[in-house]
């Protein structure tokens, strides 16, 4: 049986009842993945209440796809906390010129780009930075952090470039849920800094009446489908919230950054976010 956020998730680092009392069902927000022409599910964890707020509870529980760029969370963490990178201003050599940085690199000298650059970058180009970082790091220890966070079903498979996307690594969005709390409260077994650090480099916008923080990742399954994920949290009177959104479409061209991130929002909205009153 899968563990869960609801029980015992990343044991012995966090522990959380889930009883009827703080668990919603919602089906009613299935209307924003039929909106979107996709299938999947949302999770929402309001930290002040203890209370869960889901949607397609068998899929964001017991569920498993691979992490694609949300991987890029962990792997900076790593990267960060045994120096194979300072911060999100080291570079990230070998890897294309990004989209929008039309200056090439120096006659001899390959184009580079930054730890934050390829983080918040969804293309190809993202990707291979990250690549890249797992070279420095080497599968041991990878393979060494991500079985003492116990993170997904911790298969790595035998490249170490890119297994995040080969499905050989999956994760649920119940775990996702609670990585992204631990990592908001400095509460994974990393450095204070890193953690900050990886924070900072969330995607994100915020004003007077919120923050809102995220990662979107896509990915393709064994079946051809594209998934993708949307997931982060959202602040509102120092009060954080914590969503996942998981989606998956039979095209494999569909966008589902720009899905994911407007069935996030619409889902938030619903609740009452955005206006400052939470």
Avoid at 35 to 48: H, I, K, P
Avoid at 195 to 200: E, F
Avoid at 204 to 224: P, V, W
Wanted: with cysteine; proline share 5%; charged share 20%.
């Amino acid at each position: 049986m899968r563990r869960s956020f609801f029980t015992l998730l990343f044991a012995p680092l966090f522990f959380l009842a889930c009883s009827p009392n703080n668990v919603t069902t919602d089906n009613s927000l299935q209307r924003y993945f039929d909106s979107a022409g996709v299938q999947g599910s949302f999770g929402f964890f309001d930290n002040g209440q203890g209370h869960f707020t889901i949607y397609n509870l068998s899929r964001f529980r017991d569920s498993l796809y691979q992490p694609g760029a949300t991987f890029d969370i962990l792997q900076s963490l790593i990267g960060i906390q045994t120096g194979a990178v300072k911060d999100d201003s080291s570079t990230l050599i070998n890897v294309p010129i990004m989209p929008g940085q039309n200056t090439p690199a120096p006659l001899g000298q390959p184009p580079s780009v930054t730890l934050g650059q390829c983080f918040r970058d969804t293309s190809p180009a993202g990707r291979s930075g990250f690549v890249q970082l797992a070279s420095r790091l080497g599968k041991d220890t990878l393979k060494k952090w991500i079985d003492s966070l116990r993170y997904g079903n911790q298969q790595i498979g035998r490249d170490t470039a890119g297994f995040w996307f080969d499905n050989s690594l999956k994760i649920n969005s119940d775990e996702q849920l609670g990585l992204l709390k631990k990592l908001y409260f400095d509460q994974l077994p990393f450095y204070q800094r890193p953690q900050l650090i990886v924070r900072r480099m969330m995607s994100g916008e915020s004003n007077s009446n919120y923050q809102l923080r995220y990662k979107i990742a896509r990915g393709t399954k064994e079946d051809g489908h594209a998934i993708g994920w949307v997931m982060g949290w959202v602040e509102e009177n120092k009060h954080p919230y914590f969503f996942v959104v998981n989606l998956e479409s039979a095209d494999p061209q569909k966008d589902l950054g720009t899905a994911g991130l407007s069935i996030a929002r619409g889902i938030l909205q619903q609740l009452g976010f955005f206006q400052g009153k939470k």
